[in-house]
T-cell receptor, first 115, second 112 residues
Framework: NAGVTQTPKFQVLKTGQSMTLQCAQD?????MSWYRQDPGMGLRLIHYSVGAGITDQGEVPNGYNVSRSTTEDFPLRLLSAAPSQTSVYFC??????????????FGPGTRLTVL | GQQLNQSPQSMFIQEGEDVSMNCTSSSIFNTWLWYKQDPGEGPVLLIALYKAGELTSNGRLTAQFGITRKDSFLNISASIPSDVGIYFC????????????FGEGTQLTVNP
């Protein structure tokens, strides 16, 4: 298994540009989520999904859209990038939507710079 | 906003020393997780705790689920240079499904 994969690894955007960060997992996990990591602030939840066709907002959803058309993929879209979105983005997945053993497995991250 | 207080924020220790860090909250959690993040990588799960009072070890690492369910502790014994990284605690509430709340991280530096 490849686990959780993310592309691209690095990206530089200009203010106002749009882009999609890709995330895929091959573990048949139901739960997937996107976090951003900023210095001194830990990991903050952007959006999450408890299964295909279902998404919900996390702690910092503004400026980001998601969709979950398949179990495997959970792309994160920036419609109009802003410098405040410069960050490291992590995708994570886990087994069950609630209860039980549900440790989240993380991808390697995408380092995004918005100029 | 952030609901987990993780301390210390950073630690500088000598190889061979023991390390302790902790997470506290005003809320009750029913799962505590400890992750380690190496530079340029995603967090990797170290230890998972599911019951109040639980004490679990993974090699030189030992973590405990606080009896009040509002805190957790991670100890690293006999540190080595490869222990360098950022350690995160994460908690899951009974009412939050799979959603995790993360602490701000403890940056560990080990001097050879």
């Amino acid at each position: 298994n490849a686990g959780v994969t993310q592309t691209p690894k690095f990206q530089v955007l200009k203010t106002g540009q749009s882009m999609t960060l890709q995330c895929a997992q091959d573990m048949n996990h139901e739960y997937m989520s996107w976090y951003r990591q900023d210095p001194g602030m830990g990991l903050r939840l952007i959006h999450y999904s408890v299964g295909a066709g279902i998404t919900d907002q996390g702690e910092v959803p503004n400026g980001y859209n998601v969709s979950r058309s398949t179990t495997e993929d959970f792309p994160l879209r920036l419609l109009s990038a802003a410098p405040s979105q410069t960050s490291v983005y992590f995708c994570a997945s886990s087994w069950a939507p609630s209860g039980g053993v549900n440790e989240q497995f993380f991808g390697p991250g995408t380092r995004l710079t918005v100029l | 906003g952030q609901q987990l207080n993780q301390s210390p924020q950073s630690m500088f220790i000598q190889e061979g020393e023991d390390v302790s860090m902790n997470c506290t909250s005003s809320s009750i959690f029913n799962t505590w997780l400890w992750y380690k993040q190496d530079p340029g990588e995603g967090p990797v799960l170290l230890i998972a705790l599911y019951k109040a009072g639980e004490l679990t070890s993974n090699g030189r690492l030992t973590a405990q689920f606080g009896i009040t369910r509002k805190d957790s502790f991670l100890n690293i014994s006999a540190s080595i240079p490869s222990d360098v990284g950022i350690y995160f605690c994460a908690g899951r509430k009974e009412t939050s499904g799979s959603r995790l709340t993360f602490g701000e991280g403890t940056q560990l530096t080990v001097n050879p």
